[in-house]
């Protein structure tokens, strides 16, 4: 496709359920990246992916979150025992390649709602 | 620590007029800065970069400007429109990351 994308593009659940986010980059973009974005804030990096693997997680807030991109293009973002603080905008944006003059481009997000 | 503050929180003004929203960061060693648009729902969508040696961009009605001395950028919309209405977020990187660090946006709103 021409940019990112993610689906759902709203998610509701039960407190304590697991969820699957998915983000499809752009074709031929080598970083992902996942961010959350609580209402009135702005992004919040969670992890980084060069290729298939997880160059930086330190954004992620606890061991409850998990995310895989298997073959270096289609990302996973898994949350276990969703809390109702989970409730958020997750984005994923991707770019070229690696470098601080690479633009990301971002994805619509997925909604989540933790009831 | 390595933050970025935008102001005003939000503004709403008239179809047609002028506005400018600010950015201040700490940021150090200093990348780049980057405006985007978010509007209500979506992603965000990239306006202009500036790097250290850059004092001003532009993209159509929107220009930034960067003081690279007083750590200061500003995002100025001419002959504003309804559709402009969005949050407005600055966007450091620090030099030798690819990390961004987001400021908490400006909400336009543009009333006809």
């Known amino acids: 496709g021409a940019g990112v994308s993610q689906t759902p593009s709203n998610k509701v659940t039960e407190k304590g359920k697991y969820v699957e986010l998915r983000c499809d980059p752009i074709?031929?973009?080598?970083?992902l990246y996942w961010y959350r974005q609580s209402l009135g804030q702005g992004p919040e990096f969670l992890i980084y992916?060069?290729?298939?693997?997880?160059?930086?997680d330190s954004g992620l807030p606890n061991d409850r979150f998990f995310a895989v991109r298997p073959e270096g293009s289609v990302s996973t973002l898994k949350i276990q025992r969703t809390e109702r603080g989970d409730s958020a905008v997750y984005l994923c944006?991707?770019?070229?390649?690696?470098?601080?003059?690479?633009?990301?481009?971002f994805g619509p997000g997925t909604r989540l709602t933790v009831l | 620590k390595n933050q970025v503050e935008q102001s005003p929180q939000s503004l709403i003004i008239l179809e047609g007029k002028n506005c400018t929203l600010q950015?201040?960061?700490?940021?150090?060693?200093?990348?780049?800065l980057r405006w985007y648009k978010q509007d209500t729902g979506r992603g965000p969508v990239s306006l202009t970069i500036?790097?250290?040696?850059?004092n001003t961009k532009s993209n159509g009605r929107y220009t930034a400007t960067l003081d690279a001395d007083t750590k200061q950028s500003s995002l100025h919309i001419t002959a504003s429109q309804l559709s402009d209405s969005a949050s407005y977020i600055c966007?450091?990187?620090?030099?030798?990351?690819?990390?961004?660090?987001f400021g908490t946006g400006t909400r336009l709103k543009v009333l006809a």
């Open positions: 950015c201040n960061y700490t940021v150090s060693p200093f990348s780049n």
């Open positions: 074709s031929g973009h080598t970083a």
């Open positions: 992916f060069q290729g298939t693997g997880a160059a930086d």
């Open positions: 944006a991707s770019s070229l390649r690696t470098g601080t003059t690479d633009t990301q481009y």
């Open positions: 500036m790097t250290f040696s850059e």
């Open positions: 966007v450091v990187t620090a030099s030798g990351t690819y990390k961004y660090i």
